[in-house]
């Protein structure tokens, strides 16, 4: 595929490293063979999945002569934080319209992503009750800055546009690449499934490499009916964007829904298991939103048999751990 087209920063350093699961894939005693690629570990305070995707929005914002960002997401979102840090290096003014999805969720002086915007020098959050038109939010707020002289750029939740899910194309080659390189065989690929960016970005670039590994999604909100569509049309508008021929096939989209438990961010049980199974067998630091619960999916389906004995399987890890501070009564209990 050729990125070249599009206007790009350069936030990557190098392709983020794909490791063996050893102790995890014993402790599930399934005969599957885990493998992580560790997303977690991007550039920009505090990592993650984000950081693919701004290096393609910024870089828009910037290529528009926009010295001002807003966005949007939930109240502990990582896709805020990671665009109020690139926003502060790009030397940009950053403004967040939060969703409090559950009622009372927001807290000024919450820990977690919520104290990291404000150290990373958000000029301004707006807290808007779940439910609420973000795009109609996000809207009022570049007007009201427009009318005082700046030049605002609004990327969407999650930056789950094309231009964001491009970033994830950009994964799936780096992704075969690597396991070209490494002469390594993954027949199955999970990925957490949220504003869909990550998800569509990931099957549009394997179809562009022609890579032929079958991607799972699992959600962290929505029903599997209404995610798969999500996924789809982005995929369907990012692989356009790339020029990959044959396009987009919509059985190649599956999710799974049965881990999203009572709701975005509220924890599980399942979650709260994977989480720890994590950090105790391989050291690796989830988080409770995202890669937990698509985490615990990953360890379901492993232990359901879902993957055939002797099957390698590669878990996407898309970050969040600053998160984890924003739980701890979770885990404690
Ligand atoms: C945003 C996010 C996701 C989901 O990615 P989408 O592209 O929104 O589907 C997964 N994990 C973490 C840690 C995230 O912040």
Not at 11 to 39: C, H, M
Not at 85 to 98: M, Q, R, T, V, Y
Request: net charge neutral.
């Amino acid at each position: 595929m050729n990125f070249t087209k599009f206007p790009r920063r350069n936030y990557l350093q190098g392709s983020t490293p794909i490791e063996s699961l050893p102790s995890l894939s014993k402790a599930l005693g399934a005969g599957v063979n885990l493998f992580v690629k560790r997303d977690d570990l991007l550039p920009g305070a505090g990592g993650g999945n984000k950081t693919r995707k701004l290096e393609f929005c910024i870089a828009d914002a910037l290529a528009k002569k926009a010295n001002t960002i807003i966005t949007c997401g939930a109240v502990q979102s990582n896709h805020a934080r990671l665009t109020a840090a690139w926003s502060a290096k790009e030397g940009l003014d950053c403004h967040l319209i939060l969703e409090e999805r559950v009622k009372g969720s927001y807290k000024q002086e919450a820990s977690g992503n919520n104290f990291l915007f404000e150290l990373l020098d958000v000029k301004s959050i707006g807290v808007v009750a779940g439910g609420s038109d973000m795009t109609a939010e996000m809207g009022k707020k570049a007007d009201e800055l427009s009318a005082a002289g700046k030049k605002p750029y609004i990327i969407p939740g999650g930056a789950s546009n094309p231009i964001g899910a491009t970033g994830y194309a950009v994964c799936a080659e780096e992704t075969m690449t690597q396991l070209n390189d490494m002469r390594l065989v993954i027949n199955h690929i999970v990925v957490p499934s949220g504003s869909a960016g990550t998800h569509a970005g990931m099957v549009a670039g394997m179809a562009g490499v022609n890579g032929n590994i079958p991607i799972s999604g699992i959600n962290v909100s929505r029903t599997k009916d209404v995610q798969e569509e999500i996924v789809y049309e982005l995929a369907v508008e990012t692989a356009e964007r790339l020029e990959v021929r044959g396009g987009i096939n919509r059985e190649e989209i599956v999710c799974f829904d049965q881990y999203v438990g009572p709701g975005y961010s509220l924890p599980t049980d399942s979650m709260v298991e994977a989480v720890k199974l994590f950090a105790r067998t391989e050291a690796i630091l989830l988080d409770p939103v995202y890669s937990g619960k698509a985490a615990a999916g990953l360890i379901d389906l492993v232990r359901n048999n879902h993957f055939p004995k002797g099957s390698n399987v590669m878990f996407l890890h898309t970050g969040g751990s600053p998160a984890l501070y924003a739980y701890m009564d979770t885990f404690r209990q």
